[in-house]
C-alpha cells in the first residue's frame, strides 16, 4: 500500500504559516493585499477566485477585488494592471484566466510588474528561476515541491521524470528538481518511449491533461508519484491524469484527487504574496 500525500493538509500548513507571518507583518505596521482581476463571469473562474479570495481572507491577507464584464477591452485592462503596479497598497496582481479571446493574455500578462507577479508568469520571473535567482515560482510546481519534501521524500540524486511541457506546470517544475538536485528528464507528446522513461523515474511528477493515462506499467516500484491531473470522469468523479487504482499498489507514495497537488496551488499563491513583500522592499 503506498502511503498517500496529503496535499488537504500540508496546504493547511502552509496557510498557517502565512497567516501567522502576515499577522506580524501586520503587527509591524506591514499590510499584505493581492488584486484579484477576473473578467467576465465565466462559472468555473468565478469559483477560482472565490476560494482564493477566501483563502486570503484566512490568511488576513487583504484582497482587492476586480470583477470587470466580459466587454472590457484589452487597453482597459492594461490601464488597470498599470495603476495597480504604481499602487503601493498593491502588493501582488492576478489576473484570472482565461481571459476572453478578444484579449490578448500573452501581454497582459507580460504588463504584470514582475515584481508583484504572484503567479510566476512573467518572462522575468521564468528567466530568475531558471538562473536561480529570487523571484515568484508558479504556484503549482511549486507546491509540487512542498508536497515532496514535506512528506519526507529527499528530491537531490533522484531520477525525476515530468510529464508534460506546459509554461505554468511541466517547465517549471523541471527547472525547481533540477534546482533541488534531482537528475531530470522532461517528457511531452513526441516523446518516443515514454514508458522507457517513466519507468526509470524514482520520482514521477504527472502534468499531461489526459485522465487515467498513466497506469502502474508506466511507474517504477516503489516510486514517488505527484499526479497534478484534474478532471471529471465519466461517472462526474474528480480524477488526475494517474490511474490511482493501478499504480497505487506499486508506488512508494502517491497524491489522490481530489486532495494531493490541487490545495497547494492556492496555497502557494498565498506564500507567494509573502514574497511580494519582500521582494518590494
Ligand atoms: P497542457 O495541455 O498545457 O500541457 C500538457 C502537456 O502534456 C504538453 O506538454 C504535452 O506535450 C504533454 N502530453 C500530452 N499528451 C501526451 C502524451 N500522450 N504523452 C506524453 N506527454 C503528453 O496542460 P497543463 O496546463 O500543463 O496541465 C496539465 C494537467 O494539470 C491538466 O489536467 C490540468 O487541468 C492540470 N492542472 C492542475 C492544476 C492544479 O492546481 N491541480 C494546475 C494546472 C494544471
Redesign the pocket.
Known amino acids: 500500500m503506498a502511503k498517500l500525500i496529503d496535499g488537504k493538509l500540508i496546504s493547511a500548513q502552509i496557510k498557517d504559516e502565512v497567516k501567522a507571518e502576515v499577522s506580524k507583518l501586520k503587527e509591524s505596521g506591514v499590510t499584505v493585499s493581492l488584486a484579484v482581476i477576473q473578467v467576465g463571469a465565466d462559472p468555473a473562474s468565478s469559483v477560482y477566485v472565490r476560494n482564493k479570495k477566501k483563502a486570503c481572507e484566512y490568511c488576513g491577507i487583504e484582497s482587492l477585488s476586480y470583477e470587470l464584464p466580459e466587454e472590457t477591452t484589452e487597453e482597459e485592462l492594461l490601464d488597470l494592471i498599470r495603476e495597480l503596479n504604481k499602487r503601493a497598497d498593491c502588493n501582488g496582481i492576478l489576473v484570472q484566466l482565461p481571459l476572453p479571446k478578444h484579449i490578448n493574455e500573452e501581454r497582459i500578462l507580460d504588463e504584470i510588474s514582475p515584481l508583484k507577479d504572484v503567479d510566476g508568469f512573467h518572462p522575468v520571473n521564468v528567466g530568475c528561476l531558471s538562473i536561480g535567482k529570487p523571484g515568484f515560482v508558479s504556484?503549482?510546481p511549486a507546491?509540487v515541491i512542498e508536497l515532496i519534501k514535506r512528506s519526507g521524500y529527499e528530491i537531490a540524486g533522484k531520477e525525476c521524470v515530468v510529464?508534460?511541457?506546459?509554461n505554468?506546470?511541466?517547465k517549471p517544475m523541471a527547472m525547481l528538481l533540477l534546482k533541488e538536485n534531482g537528475t531530470v528528464t522532461v517528457?511531452?507528446?513526441?516523446?518516443a518511449d515514454?514508458k522507457a522513461v517513466t519507468k526509470r523515474a524514482d520520482i514521477l511528477v504527472v502534468?499531461?491533461?489526459?485522465p487515467k493515462?498513466i497506469d502502474a506499467s508506466y511507474v517504477k516500484d516503489g516510486a514517488v508519484v505527484i499526479d497534478?491531473?484534474?478532471?471529471r470522469d465519466a461517472d462526474n468523479k474528480l480524477c488526475?491524469?494517474v490511474d490511482f487504482e493501478s499504480v497505487e499498489p506499486v508506488a512508494e507514495a502517491i497524491t489522490p484527487v481530489p486532495g494531493g497537488?490541487?490545495p497547494?496551488?492556492i496555497a502557494m499563491l498565498m506564500k507567494n504574496c509573502l514574497t511580494s513583500v519582500e521582494l518590494q522592499k
Open positions: 504556484c503549482t507546491g510529464i508534460g511541457r506546459s505554468i506546470v511541466g517528457t511531452h507528446s513526441k516523446t515514454l502534468a499531461i491533461g489526459k493515462m497534478v491531473g484534474i478532471h488526475g491524469d497537488v490541487g497547494m496551488t
